[in-house]
């Protein structure tokens, strides 16, 4: 069986600062929406407290040495725009949203993305669909 990439990585940054979240606020998640003001930047709630629907795509989750995995997700119409990218969850100085719960952290959460390569674009996709 051949090995399907993963769609969605973090830094140490990023991974260093979750586990401390996890600490004050209980398991996480991410969800990206791509919609307006903070949107286009992924968001981390607590697990449970952003309700993901039907059209939302589960990317994948993100493993974190300490604590229990980040489920990642995406709404499916920006999906359709990041499908053929390598998503990797990065943490940078700046203000994030109000409603994530790195905000008062004095940083945000990121995206930095690169263009799957044919082999794992074959892999993810085995019979040529999207």
């Known amino acids: 069986m051949e090995h399907v990439p993963a769609r969605v990585a973090l830094t ?3 991974a260093d600062l979750l586990r401390r979240l996890r600490a004050a606020h209980g398991p996480l998640m991410f969800h990206q929406s791509g919609g307006c003001c ?6 981390c709630y ?3 407290e952003f309700r993901t629907g039907g059209s939302d795509v589960h990317l994948g989750d993100l493993d974190v040495e300490g604590i229990e995995p980040v489920a ?11 499908k053929h990218t390598h998503l990797t969850v990065d943490v940078v100085p700046g203000r ?11 940083v945000r959460f990121l995206i930095r993305s690169r263009l799957f390569t044919d082999a794992e674009s074959a892999a ?4 040529g669909g999207g």
Not at 38 to 43: E, N, T, V
Not at 72 to 82: C, D, I, K, L, T
Request: proline content about 11%.
């Open 72 to 82: 990642f997700w995406m709404s499916g119409s920006q999906f359709e725009y990041w």
């Open 124 to 127: 993810l996709n085995p019979t």
């Open 12 to 14: 140490s940054e990023a």
């Open 46 to 48: 607590p697990d449970g």
């Open 38 to 43: 903070d949107g286009s930047s992924p968001m």
């Open 96 to 106: 994030g949203s109000g409603f994530s719960v790195e905000a008062p952290e004095g």
